[in-house]
């Protein structure tokens, strides 16, 4: 009877131990003047993706091997032009445009859902490496993005639309038709 | 003459005949039946073994497309500490955490409008949105290398930043400056080969 006591208050306390603890909120967050970036990407494509990355996991002590299994999860990949490099040839009266590339990429963690997983209660998840994976899972999808094109190629045409409609009012308020071109930088 | 055993041979040997007795189908017409079969073997066996891979199933899968129209102005990065206590104010452990936030506009709020030989841009508040709060989890380390559920801690976070940083003067200002710097360098050289007699006035936020 003794041992059964003591067996459930050890179980209880492993449960415990796992869970999640109400915090109260206490910060302190530095400002890093030195490392503000001025930016002006104009943001014309957002994309959810739902992808998967492998993730391992070693056994405690490593003995036991690892686990191997798929995390499916939700990325968001933003695509857009750098403003700061228009062009404008006055005597051509060509605007260049600069070609739309990812300008923000991340991934959900609330969406995180783990496939194929053997439940073995002596693996550990290591949060670094899982994060790591994920990150590495993410690199991979800008690049199948970028292989593609066809994001690309749509953020872009959003981009050139809204710059054209400013130009085009500029145009309108000077009462001129607007006589400017549009190519690629 | 006939006897019984003679009789009885007799039968049997007619009964193996016909128990051996195959059908008279020429080579021919063998050679293609086994092909069929063979092939639907293959296919049938291809179809059985084949594993659908999971990965390849739903990697890439793009759910939403959405059109946006921001103009991303300042990034500010940051590192944090957040402090955990227990019920009885005391500290039970803290973690660090590094990230950014980028401050934005709506490209499609600029407004556009002529006074004396001057175009006057308008531009709305900068601002920032949840969405544009960026924890990198990696950045998370806890002191005391104590577990914790992974959306908590990021929700916990942000919520950090953006109080820190929504009403942050400082970093507003530089936001808005920077706005203000892009607008102006893109539109004045259109504006000038227009006509050489206007000039460019960019106003942030408020009119007052």
């Known amino acids: 009877m003794k041992k059964i006591n003591l067996m459930k208050i050890v179980i209880l306390t492993l449960i415990l131990s796992f869970s999640v603890i109400g915090c109260k909120k206490s910060s302190t967050t530095e400002f890093s003047v030195e490392e503000i970036k001025k930016l002006s990407e104009l943001r014309t494509l957002e994309c959810t993706f739902k992808t998967v990355a492998d993730i391992e996991d070693k056994a405690i002590l490593g003995v036991l091997g690892t686990r191997k299994y798929f995390v499916q999860y939700n990325a968001k990949i933003v695509v857009g032009v750098d403003m700061r490099k228009i062009e404008y040839d006055e005597g051509k009266k060509t605007l260049y445009i600069p070609k739309a590339e990812i300008v923000f990429a991340n991934y959900d963690t609330s969406s995180i859902d783990e496939k194929d997983k053997n439940a073995f209660l002596f693996f550990s998840i290591d949060q670094a490496r899982r994060n790591s994976l994920l990150s590495e899972s993410l690199e991979e999808l800008k690049k199948n993005v970028v292989d593609n094109e066809y994001l690309l190629r749509q953020g872009q045409q959003l981009a050139e639309n809204q710059i054209r409609a400013i130009v085009n009012e500029l145009y309108t308020i000077a009462g001129k038709e607007p006589d400017l071109t549009y190519a690629l930088k | ?208």
């Open chain 2, 1 to 208: 003459m006939e006897t019984n055993e003679s009789k009885n041979n007799g039968t049997n040997v007619e009964n193996e005949k016909k128990a051996l007795k195959l059908p008279n189908l020429p080579v021919t017409k063998l050679i293609p039946l086994a092909i069929i079969v063979g092939v639907v073997v293959v296919v049938t066996s291809a179809i059985a073994f084949s594993k659908p891979s999971i990965k390849k199933s739903i990697t890439s899968i793009m759910q939403n497309q959405t059109t946006i129209s921001q103009l991303s102005a300042l990034k500010v990065p940051y590192g944090g500490i957040y402090i955990e206590k227990n019920e009885k104010g005391e500290e039970t452990n803290r973690f660090l955490y590094k990230g950014d936030v980028t401050y934005t506009i709506d490209f499609n709020n600029i407004r556009i409008s002529e006074g004396n030989k001057t175009i006057k841009v308008e531009i709305p508040n900068v601002g920032i949105k949840r969405e544009n709060v960026v924890i990198e989890p990696k950045s998370i380390k806890w002191i005391n290398n104590h577990r914790y559920n992974t959306q908590k801690l990021m929700d916990i976070c942000t919520e950090d930043i953006l109080q820190q940083y929504e009403t942050n003067s400082d970093t507003k200002k530089l936001a808005e400056e920077s706005v203000s710097d892009t607008i102006k360098n893109f539109i004045t050289p259109i504006v000038r080969g227009i006509d050489k007699r206007y000039i460019v006035e960019v106003h942030v936020g408020e009119e007052k």
